[in-house]
T-cell receptor, first 113, second 115 residues
Framework: SQQGEEDPQALSIQEGENATMNCSYK?????LQWYRQNSGRGLVHLIL?????REKHSGRLRVTLDTSKKSSSLLITASRAADTASYFC?????????????FGKGTHLIIQP | GAVVSQHPSWVICKSGTSVKIECRSL??????MFWYRQFPKQSLMLMAT?????????EQGVEKDKFLINHASLTLSTLTVTSAHPEDSSFYIC???????????FGPGTRLTVT
């Protein structure tokens, strides 16, 4: 079953605006990861946040994690046309880090130039 | 950084034939690789976990006799779709684990079309 559920499913904004995507999950996790996928291509790992972390930054990306609400958000600031892609959250249940990932349904982000 | 390749990047085959997809870790050894499937406009679903030198572990609902996985070396895992049918048409993506707590590195995917 799907562990993560992203919302919105689709988001269209103007270049330069900030984009926020949310992800909810159902069971306890050790970490949560965000990936980007350009149309018809493989995944690019964006950021990993551990269960004992609340916020993490990487360039224009900011990820938050609220384990009490079982939710995470991905914020992309100052969006660019190249940010147009699908974004997925993913969780791994295992403590050793050697488990497959369960992906959310994804948010399709379109940045209008 | 860690690089994972897949071959072929796309393949078209006739119904009833078998197709082999390769997943290679190019600059690191991967004791564990994963195979995912992604249908159009959907998310990725884990199919199986492939461990070097042992049998693959399949997720519920994935037919092990249809999707044969071989992880013969620390840098290569193969997925063979046997007796392919049009409903097997999908985007197959592999990932390789570079080590515990180091995350998974994904291949570029293989698009399979069964006619």
């Amino acid at each position: 079953s799907q562990q993560g559920e992203e919302d919105p499913q689709a988001l269209s904004i103007q270049e330069g605006e900030n984009a926020t995507m949310n992800c909810s999950y159902k069971t306890s996790i050790n970490n949560l990861q965000w990936y980007r996928q350009n149309s018809g291509r493989g995944l690019v790992h964006l950021i990993l946040i551990r269960s004992n972390e609340r916020e993490k930054h990487s360039g224009r990306l900011r990820v938050t994690l609220d384990t009490s609400k079982k939710s995470s958000s991905l914020l992309i600031t100052a969006s660019r046309a190249a940010d147009t892609a699908s974004y997925f959250c993913a969780t791994a249940l295992g403590g050793g880090g050697a488990d497959g990932l369960t992906f959310g349904k994804g948010t399709h982000l379109i940045i209008q130039p | 950084g860690a690089v994972v390749s897949q071959h072929p990047s796309w393949v078209i085959c006739k119904s009833g034939t078998s197709v082999k997809i390769e997943c290679r870790s190019l600059d690191f050894q991967a004791t564990t690789m994963f195979w995912y499937r992604q249908f159009p406009k959907q998310s990725l679903m884990l199919m199986a976990t492939s461990n070097e030198g042992s049998k693959a572990t399949y997720e519920q609902g994935v037919e092990k006799d249809k999707f044969l996985i071989n992880h013969a070396s620390l840098t290569l895992s193969t997925l063979t779709v046997t007796s392919a049918h049009p409903e097997d048409s999908s985007f197959y993506i592999c990932s390789a684990l570079s080590g515990p707590q180091r995350g998974q590195y994904f291949g570029p995917g293989t698009r399979l079309t069964v006619t």
